[in-house]
């Protein structure tokens, strides 16, 4: 099979993944109109073309937080990344290291923290949930510092976790007998094989340590809804902002009011983000969300977007409408289940090789430069 985009590493992730899995990575909440607007809104924001501005010393390189990025870009934190290819949040940091940019491991995540970060060069970015726990938050934020992570990502969008029709279906959200039926039966043996989770429950590795005992993937909706807290507000981060000195970055922001907050809170950034329209259905896509956030906080704070982010001229057009940097989820989840860290790499190449031809084409020849003034006028209030 031929794969030149993020839709061909999707059907490839589809042939290689059981369903509950690639399910799991595809769909979104209720109707799913959000997940899909993520994509829409930001394919229709119409760029300037500009020709003739002689585009041959351009760069993709920028800063983020002290770091030097081979483009504007990080791996967003995507929980069971581990269950994608073996030992997967490895493969995936080592592919984000390669080619110059920030790996974020999740809370949920496979390999734990401890694991990962001996195998990569660049700091790994942690990511925080809001739980009930907070002897569980506190442990893993003090392996996150000894291991050396630089910024710490907080999603705060999940008090709650979104109604995922798809997962109901597919046996993901429990009672979890058709998710252990997979887990046991010989239907993708390559898969099962591959991911070594033959037979066995599987491990979430930050979540045991803390724990003590292994935690299976049957444990995990459980563990999941009966942990995260609805009752959190500003005042309970402080003491992580206090014991957190790198950078912290808010995720989950699509309000320009909750974009003030998080300055006044003392953020180094936000991720403008409907968690891959996976928590509230019918909320801004991100694209839709970005102008209003941007015209109230743009200089003060980092803008990090995501949700719907599938191509290097997606990454062009986030910018345009004022983030500085994006995120993926989804396109790098696909690219490894498809072909592990490879096929992080080389969609990594794609969109290096997408946003040099956008910036060549939309006559920017720095990140910086990179502005609302790419965008055919009507298209900056979608
Ligand atoms: C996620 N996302 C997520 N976010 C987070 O903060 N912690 C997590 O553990 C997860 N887990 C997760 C699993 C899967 C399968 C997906 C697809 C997403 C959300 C993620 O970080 C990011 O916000 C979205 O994926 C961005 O949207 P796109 O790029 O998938 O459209």
């Known amino acids: 099979m031929i794969i030149s985009s993020t839709k061909d590493y999707r059907k490839a992730a589809q042939r290689r993944l059981p369903p509950f899995l690639f399910h799991y990575i595809d769909g979104g909440a209720y109707d799913e109109a959000t997940l899909r607007n993520n994509v829409d809104d930001l394919s229709k924001i119409a760029l300037r ?6 585009m041959s010393d351009l760069t993709t390189s920028t800063e983020l937080f002290g770091e030097k990025l081979s483009m504007p870009l990080a791996l967003a934190p995507v929980g069971l990344t581990g269950m994608y290819a073996k030992r997967g949040e490895v493969q995936a940091a080592k592919a984000a290291d390669k080619k110059g940019i920030p790996f974020t491991l999740s809370t949920v995540s ?6 990962v970060t001996p195998a990569i060069n660049r700091p790994m970015w942690f990511q925080l949930y809001v739980l009930r726990d907070r002897g569980f938050m506190k442990n893993v934020l003090e392996r996150a510092k000894a291991a050396g992570c630089s910024t710490l990502v907080f999603t705060v969008d999940m008090p709650v976790p979104g109604a995922r029709y798809r997962d109901a279906h597919s046996g993901m959200s429990g009672p979890n007998a058709a998710m252990r039926r997979y887990l046991q039966s010989t239907l993708y043996p390559h898969w099962a094989w591959n991911v ?6 599987h491990d979430l590795g930050n979540i045991s340590r803390y724990l003590g005992k292994p935690t299976g993937l049957e444990d995990y909706i459980g563990w999941l809804g009966a942990n995260f807290d609805p009752s959190i507000s500003w005042k309970d981060l402080q003491w992580i902002r206090d014991f957190w000195e790198g950078p912290m970055v808010i995720k989950g922001i ?4 909750d974009a003030r907050d998080a300055v006044a809170f003392g953020a180094d950034g936000i991720v403008v983000s409907n968690h891959g329209g996976r928590q509230l259905d019918g909320v801004l896509s991100s694209a839709a969300a970005m102008p209003a956030i941007a015209d109230a906080v743009k200089g003060k704070i980092k803008i990090l977007a995501d949700s719907g982010v599938r191509s290097g001229l997606d990454i062009v057009r986030m910018l345009a409408l004022g983030a500085d940097a994006c995120l993926i989820g989804r396109a790098f989840a696909y690219a490894l289940a498809a072909q592990g860290q490879a096929g992080v790499e080389n969609l990594l190449d794609l969109m290096m090789k997408e946003m040099r031809v956008a910036m060549t084409l939309t006559g920017v020849k720095s990140v910086a430069e990179i502005s609302g003034e790419c965008l055919v006028r009507a298209e900056k209030e979608l």
């Open 49 to 54: 073309q500009r020709i003739l501005k002689n």
């Open 110 to 115: 496979v390999c734990p923290i401890e694991e």
């Open 196 to 201: 070594g989770i033959h037979g066995k429950p």
């Open 254 to 257: 699509l309000d320009p009011e």
